[in-house]
C-alpha cells in the first residue's frame, strides 16, 4: 500500500486527525518563511498528538545548533528542504544517526542525476522545484512533468511530493510508480491551514491506489 506524508500541520486536531486516518508520517516545518511554520515549543506539544504516525521535521539548510534542538525535541526523521550537499547530508546523518530524507528539486531528466550522490540519505523526496524568486523552496504546490520518472530507477526509498492532491495522486502514483506520497498544499482550502475533508480524501485516494 501506498504510503502518505501529510505535511505542514500546525493545529493538534488536524495532527490527531491526519494520524487517525492513516497517515503515515506527519511533517512539520521549520522554515520561518513558510505559512506552515511551526515554533519549536508549539511543535514539542503537537507531538504529543501524532499517535502511531511517525514525525518528520522539515528543515532548510539548518545549522547544527538547529539540528542538536530538533532532535532534542525527539524527531526521529530530519527533512532536509534547501541547498544541503551531499558532504552536508552525510555530516548530518553522523551527527544524528537519524534518518534523513533529501529533497530534490526535478524540472528535466538532468535533476536525476544527481540524486545519485546522496548516499547517505535513507529516503529522497522527489518535489517540484520552486518558482523564481520564491521565498521558499518548497510547499507551492506544483507539480512537475512526472513522465520524467516513468524510466527512472531510484536508487533508494523515496517518495514523489510537489502539487499532488486528492484528484491527482492516483494518476500521480500509477505514472509514477511512487511507494510513497508527500502532500501539503493540496489539502489546503487557505494557504496554510490544512482541511479536515481533503486530508481524509488525499489518503483515501492515495491508499487504495
Ligand atoms: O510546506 C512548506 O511551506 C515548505 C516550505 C519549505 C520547504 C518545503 C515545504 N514543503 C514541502 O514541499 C513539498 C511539496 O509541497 P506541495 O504539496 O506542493 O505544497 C512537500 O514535500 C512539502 O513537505
Given at each position: ?57 522539515l528543515?532548510v ?18 527533512q532536509l528542504h534547501g541547498?544541503e ?16 530524507w533529501k529533497a530534490i528539486g526535478v ?14 540519505a535513507?529516503?529522497l523526496l522527489i518535489d ?9 523552496t518548497g ?20 517518495l514523489?511530493a510537489g ?19 508527500d ?27
Amino acid at each position: 500500500m501506498t504510503q502518505v506524508k501529510i505535511c505542514g500541520l500546525t493545529d493538534p486536531d488536524l495532527v490527531r486527525h491526519a494520524a487517525q486516518s492513516g497517515a503515515d508520517w506527519i511533517g512539520f516545518v521549520f522554515a520561518e518563511a513558510s505559512p506552515r511554520f511551526v515554533t519549536e515549543p508549539a511543535a514539542a506539544s503537537l507531538l504529543m498528538q501524532v499517535g502511531p504516525a511517525r514525525p518528520v521535521a522539515l528543515l532548510v539548510d539548518p545549522v547544527d545548533e538547529q539540528i542538536d534542538r530538533i532532535v532534542g525535541l525527539g524527531f526521529p526523521i530530519l527533512q532536509l528542504h534547501g541547498q544541503e550537499t551531499p558532504d552536508r547530508v552525510a555530516d548530518i546523518k553522523a551527527r544524528t544517526g537519524k534518518e534523513i530524507w533529501k529533497a530534490i528539486g526535478v524540472a528535466e531528466a538532468d535533476d536525476l542525476v544527481r540524486v545519485g550522490d546522496y548516499a547517505a540519505a535513507d529516503r529522497l523526496l522527489i518535489d517540484a522545484k520552486p518558482p523564481k524568486g520564491a521565498d521558499r523552496t518548497g510547499g507551492h504546490g506544483l507539480a512537475f512533468d512526472w513522465n520524467l520518472l516513468s524510466a527512472w530507477t531510484a536508487p533508494r526509498p523515496w517518495l514523489l511530493a510537489g502539487g499532488l492532491n486528492p484528484g491527482n495522486v492516483a494518476d500521480a502514483i500509477r505514472l509514477t510508480g511512487a511507494p510513497a506520497v508527500d502532500v501539503s498544499s493540496g489539502v489546503e482550502r487557505r494557504k496554510g491551514v490544512k482541511d479536515r475533508d481533503l486530508v481524509s480524501e488525499f489518503l483515501s485516494a492515495a491508499k487504495h491506489s
